[in-house]
Structure formats: structure tokens, C-alpha cells
């Protein structure tokens, strides 16, 4: 009767090892389009958030991944950018042919109030022409709103169909925390590590 109960606990555990592979683990990256990566440079690429706006330097979530993944990683952010200015200065990033580029852009689209389905076509539009030259995109969400974010299944929805990797809204719990934000939008030094330690196993694995 023991054995079998020891038995039945370690078949438990490993039916428990195996769903949290599958979840969590590289599994689901042969459905990432261009992976595994080929060579060359990691981007950033994005608005204040990625330029790193309200921290210190060098405690932009850029510099402190970077660290993390004992590479260097390049900040293509602009403070201001909308996804439509980022569609329009894309060719600096496609002829570096990067083999991975962070995409975080949508927030100032928000604040703009440009239709949803508009921010939407253009972040298709980025992926599309990243994929297309043999990236991996990691997409990076952002809020859609200040009480309600109503960007949440867009960017869900974008990312399994365009097959990136994803990391959910990077301000979540950091969002009208004074912990953490410089002011209300941006986060500060330590805001800016809580969105690296969100982003960095996303960044490892696909690395990895």
C-alpha cells in the first residue's frame, strides 16, 4: 500500500513537471516565427519607456537587461514615438538585420486617442517587416487605458498570430504605484527593474 501511494506521488510530480515545461519552457518557441535566432544584434525599439525617461542612466530596463543577458542590447527609443513615427523610421533597425528586436510601442497612441484598430495595423505592420527579414520580435505590451487597459487581448491576439514572444503590460503593478513611477507615466530606477526582471526570462529563453 506504501509503494503504491509513492508511486502515485511521483507520477503526480511529474505530470506537474511536464505541464510546467509546456507552459513555461521552449516548448511553444518552434511556433515563434525565425526561431531559433540567427547571429547579430539585439534591438530595443520603442518610445520613453524603452529610452528609459524618468530613471537615472543606466537603470533604463535596456541597460539593465542587457546585464542580465551579458549582452549588449541597442536602445533605438524615442520619447514621443507613436506606432505610426516607429513604422516610419524602421529602416534603421532592418538594415542592421538584428537577430532579435524588443518591440514596445502603443502608449502614446493611448494618450493621442488614434483608433485601437489604427495602433494595431501598424504593430502588424512593424512585425511583419522584422519577421520578414528574419527577426525574432519579442512584443512588450502596454497599457490601453488608465483605469481599464483595453489593450490587453489586442496585444494577446497580435502576438499568437504574428507568433512573437510576449510579455504582458510591463506596467503592470508598477502603474499609480509612487514606489515605483517618476511621475504618471514613467516608472523610475526601480520601476525600470521591475519591467527587467518581467522581460529577462522571456529574453533568456528565446536567446538560449
Known sequence: MERKNIVRWLLGLS???ILLYLVFWPGVYPQITNYPPRDGSIIAFGDSLVYGT??????DFVS???EKAEEPI??????GDTTATGLA????VIEKHPRIVLLLLGGNDYLRQIPREQTFKNLEAIILRL???GTIVVLLGVRGGLLVDHFDS???ELAKRMGTAYVPDVLDGLFGNAQFMSDGIHPNDEGYQRIAEKI?????RVLH
Open 15 to 17: 505530470a506537474i513537471f
Open 54 to 59: 524618468g530613471g537615472a542612466a543606466g537603470y
Open 64 to 66: 539593465l537587461l542587457a
Open 74 to 79: 541597442e536602445n533605438f527609443g524615442i520619447p
Open 89 to 92: 523610421r524602421l529602416d534603421t
Open 131 to 133: 519577421e520578414g527579414d
Open 154 to 156: 489586442d496585444f494577446e
Open 200 to 204: 529577462s526570462p522571456v529574453l533568456l
